[in-house]
């Protein structure tokens, strides 16, 4: 319908021009949006107002203009001038209920499209350090980087997932440290604990698993415990798979899977660290300071040149990670998102700045960045900061135990990535509608409920009787519910253009609040046969609809609550 609308005004605006009414080269962007208030209409426009002073007229005159010139449509019942010179559309009924007919016809597939045209682009998200469990930060890093693959995927472009495991560097060999002390019997509290040493439980169970000769599985290969206190590269070793094969599992139950799993080591072994380095003092964007090789970042924008190599000899983090995105340039992705949390907010232009000074024709502000804040669990209106397992830190695991997979999915995508989260678990197992996960599933669930009922009373749907009486759906609240699945698409290809996925989530919202305010008001067992179909068949679109945009943000739809 907003298509529809959209197009008749382009229209009227070509005959307007041709009569010399508005300018040969005016040309305005068409703004067509869903009025709040449905006394007002289905949709409204500012076109008028936009284009009155290219007209020379007031706009509640050009308005007038823009109507008449209006081509004839069945889709539109009537148009009038609210306002200042708003122009308010009223659609026909049999025109809105064929979105009815549409979400029948694309089933699964209603709200996709080919926005994306195959366009390649890779997706870097969680990204943790194997040295713990996934704390509530991964998982909200997990949550909105998953739903913006699906998202992108859904509007048609070549997705490809990806984790990148920093492997390397002192929080590794602080791990293999703390996993050898307990090996050897230590605790936390002893005077000889490493003193950046790792203190959650995790580490004592990682070290019996170690010395008991235990075999771990990790990205396809084995690692089995040495069981042998003094090998610290041994340790290493199996800790390191210990970890990523359980952060895997957690993220397996989650709901989240990657295509490629990327080893910071392996940036070294292969030499492409070094080759970096060679790139960067070739192209003469390096000095050397007080021992330690700089880069002039400066030149890119930066507020200061950073540190590549150190006096000891060791890589500063930005360095692999400059040797990291060379390494995605390479691999032929053009687009890259890296979703990761806000305290990696200075790495952006540093890893920008890096990038120019390859001179590896890769494009300014490449690559995108989605960066999540910070999230603060509460219980009983308190927060929640530790876990006994994890030691500082409240888990992912923690969370799906305690709320679900669905409610701790939902939770984490619903709010700006970069505005803080509180999530409340009180709220989160609460069954009312002021949890909105319940309040949405409870929606598709009553359609099911009524189907069942149908079933039992031998009234079951009938699919093409329902079709031919869809302007049957006259009252506000359908037209309502109905205008509301008609944005569906628009919304799904929008949160993927803006990388916001919570735009899906407050639409599903919207849309249960329709469907739960038509249900309450407009009976569906009616006993005329054309009627009790065709607000069935309603109430069978929405809950699809609902499926849909829950299945994008990787939550089930149950059919009985």
Known sequence: MKETIIELLG??????????????????????????????????????????????????DLAEKLIAALPASDAVSKVEIAGPGFLNFFADTGAVADIVRRVFSESDSFGHSDVGAGEKVQVEFVSANPTGPLHVGHGRGAAVGDVLCRLLAATGHDVTREFYYNDAGAQ?????????????????????????????????????????????????????????PDDLEAIRVFAVAYLRHEQDLDLKAFGVEFDVYFLESSLYSDGKVEETVKRLVDNGYTYEDDGALWLRTTDFGDDKDRVMRKRDGGYTYFLPDVAYHLDKWQRGFTQVINEQGADHHSTVTRVRAGLQALQADIPKGWPDYVLHQMVTVMRSGEEVKLSKRAGSYVTLRDLIEEVGRDATRYFLAARRADSQLTFDIDLARSQSNDNPVYYIQYAHARVHSVLRKASREEKPFDEALAMAQLTLLTSDQEKAVMNRMAQFPDVVAHAAKVREPQQVAQYLQDLSSDFHTCYNAVKVMVEDDATRNARMALGLATAQVIRNGLALLGVSAPEEM
């Open 172 to 228: 590794i060999n602080n791990l293999a440290l703390s996993v050898q002390a307990r090996a050897k019997g230590l605790g936390p509290d002893d005077a000889s604990w490493p003193a950046d040493g790792y203190r959650g439980d995790y580490i004592s169970e990682l070290a019996a698993s170690y010395m008991a000769g235990d075999t771990v599985e990790a990205d396809g290969k084995q690692v089995t415990g040495a069981a042998d």
């Open 11 to 60: 229209q009227a605006l070509e005959t307007l021009k041709a009569d010399g009414t508005l300018p040969a080269d005016a040309s305005p962007q068409i703004k067509v949006d869903p009025t709040k208030d449905k006394s007002h209409g289905d949709y409204a426009s500012n076109l008028a107002m936009m284009t009155s002073k290219a007209a020379g007229m007031k706009p509640r």
